[in-house]
């Protein structure tokens, strides 16, 4: 097998784990997953002041602390931290290994970058054979820009193994692995529902670790005496975070996810096996950056009587300011009746406002916001000051043919060496959505959380979000498919009833799976919702008090 860690989940994740996953254990491969759809945007803007930006550079300082450690112990380095410039950060490396005196031979992974003249980035989603044509020709750091977040678990395997474009399954396998490892902690306890059952509690969870085998299968562990915990669930709630339906689109391979088994291996340890995987669609899948336009938020405090009277006064008036076009009013009553302090008893009126113009975006509406505190509704106060707009981006994606990008592995010698595009392809076809029939709870009933039965996890992808619920017995599973259908989600979640909502069903990991299209409006950093990510909004779910069948755990 190969034993491969992850020491990122994204662009900010703890800035130890590179030091702590080399420390802690043996490993063949570690990687480092910088790059969300966010981030793009932010490295789009780095680049906008610095050309010879465009690459997390926080990864750069944490490779300082361990690059003769990994040199050492011959582990060899993935990440896709390059982002926009997957040249200036191998570069920069090249840079640093002189500086330190050690001989590290660099590789990188290029041609994701597709032409739109009216985008601050445009980005294809490759695959994992450039990764692996780096790792073939002895680099022990490969960098690369936007590939498939899981493609840096499947090219360190595919040279370990020699896959080819028709192991199929092999590769849909090591496409699970990097599934499950790619956001970091969050497969060993991070973010988990039933993180109170943690034998930490869930206090600082270890990194995790994938031991691939040359059939596809794996184990996914971290090491001895690290925080969190590996079990079924935790490895099920993050194989369910930011997918759709069963077919799990990839530049290399459709992973079929409801093909994946999962079962205990010992102590921190379980088994991924079963995967299958069908050819690739035609197309990459791209990722697509825009200026939105500029954005502005006040925040007013509203305490005791009349809430909703008072709301609207400052509503009618913030509109006489400066017009209506572009402004957005949520009322968050977290006021209590008869509360014994002001917090208590007061609710939250967030006002946002986006304008292609900046400056009526900016001050002019800040300021008219700060005029109302001595002449509009009785305690008025505000948390936010004034303050001038800022630029927002737009996420968008579409699709290119997998032969109009020129995917490139630059070797540790310069050689540059094509990637040829898979040769036997697959139309995508849609997977078909599995609406639930709404049965009644037959038995006895008690009223709970939801919570208290199921787990959950949620996610964003673009203005889309995914709400992945699973049960925790068979049992459990048997109510949960045929109780909670796509109108059940509306009436626990009200903001889900005007929206498109995709359900399916996968009965291997005892779960339903809703992607919720529009959810978050043009993507996480024009949402002006209060949870722009949904991350929690399995949590909400988990939290409504509904009908639970007796008996059932």
């Not at 491969?4 to 030091?19: E, K, L, P, V």
């Not at 020709?137 to 493609?151: F, L, P, Q, Y």
């Not at 502005?296 to 909703?308: A, R, W």
């Not at 572009?326 to 986006?354: I, M, P």
Request: aromatic share 6%; hydrophobic share 40%.
């Amino acid at each position: 097998m190969i034993r491969i860690g992850n020491a990122s989940g994204f662009y900010g994740d703890r800035f130890t784990a590179w030091r702590e996953m080399l420390d802690g254990g043996e490993l063949d491969v570690l990687t480092g997953d910088y790059l969300a759809e966010l981030t793009m945007l932010i490295l789009a803007r780095d680049r906008l002041r610095d050309s010879d930006l465009g690459y997390a550079k926080t990864f750069l300082r944490q490779l300082e602390t361990c690059l003769g450690t990994a040199l050492d112990r011959g582990v060899r380095i993935v990440t896709n931290a390059g982002g926009l410039n997957p040249a200036g950060l191998a570069t920069a490396i090249e840079k640093l290994a002189n500086r330190l005196g050690l001989p590290a031979r660099i590789g990188y992974v290029e041609g994701d970058t597709i032409q739109r003249p009216d985008a601050l980035s445009a980005n294809a989603y490759l695959g994992a054979f450039g990764i692996a044509a780096c790792l073939d020709a002895a680099a022990d750091v490969v960098v690369t820009g936007r590939v498939t977040d899981a493609s840096l678990v499947v090219g360190p395997a595919i040279a370990r193994y020699g896959w080819g474009r028709d192991d199929l399954d092999e590769l849909a396998g090591a496409t699970v692995a990097g599934h499950l490892v790619e956001c970091g902690a969050q497969v060993t306890g991070g973010n988990f529902s039933f993180f109170t059952e943690l034998p930490d509690g869930g206090h600082r969870p270890g990194f995790p670790i994938v031991e691939v085998h040359s059939d596809g299968s794996s184990v996914v562990t971290k090491h001895p005496g690290t925080g969190g915990a590996v079990t079924v669930e935790t490895v099920t709630a993050q194989l369910l975070y930011e997918i759709g339906g069963p077919s799990y689109l990839g530049p290399d391979v459709v992973t079929r996810l409801d093909t994946v088994a999962l079962h205990p291996d010992g102590p921190d340890r379980v088994r991924v096996s079963g995967v299958r995987g069908t050819p690739p669609p035609p197309t990459l899948k791209v990722g697509v950056n825009n200026l939105g336009g500029f954005r502005n938020s006040m925040t007013f405090v509203l305490c005791g009587l009349h809430i909703e009277a008072k709301a609207a006064l400052v509503r009618g008036q913030i509109e006489e300011a400066v017009g209506a076009d572009g402004l957005e009013f949520t009322l968050a009553r977290t006021d209590h009746e008869d509360a014994a302090d002001t917090e208590a008893a007061s609710a939250l009126l967030h006002v946002h406002l986006r304008d292609g113009d900046k400056t009526r975006a900016g001050r002019a509406f800040s300021a008219a916001a700060v005029e109302l505190a001595l002449a509009s509704y009785p305690g008025c106060t505000l948390t936010t000051v004034p303050g001038d707009a800022t630029p927002y981006g737009v996420f968008t994606a579409d699709t290119v043919p997998q032969d109009a990008v020129a995917h490139i592995a630059v070797l540790p010698g310069g050689e540059r060496v094509p990637i040829a595009p898979p040769i036997r392809t697959a139309p995508t076809v849609q997977d078909e959505p599995a609406s639930g029939s709404e049965v009644a709870v037959d038995g006895p009933t008690r009223r709970g959380a939801l919570g208290e039965v199921v787990g959950a996890r949620s996610g964003d992808k673009g203005g889309d979000a995914n709400l992945g619920v699973w049960a925790r017995s068979d049992t459990g599973y048997a109510w949960l498919r045929t109780w909670l259908s796509v109108d059940r989600l509306a009436e626990l979640l009200p903001e889900t009833a005007s929206l498109s909502v995709r359900r399916y069903e996968l009965p291997n990991l005892r779960a339903v799976n809703f992607v919720i299209e529009g959810l978050l409006g043009a993507g996480v950093a024009a949402s002006t919702r209060f949870d722009p990510q949904a991350k929690a909004l399995g949590e909400l779910l988990r939290a409504r008090i509904v009908d639970l069948p007796k008996g059932t755990p």
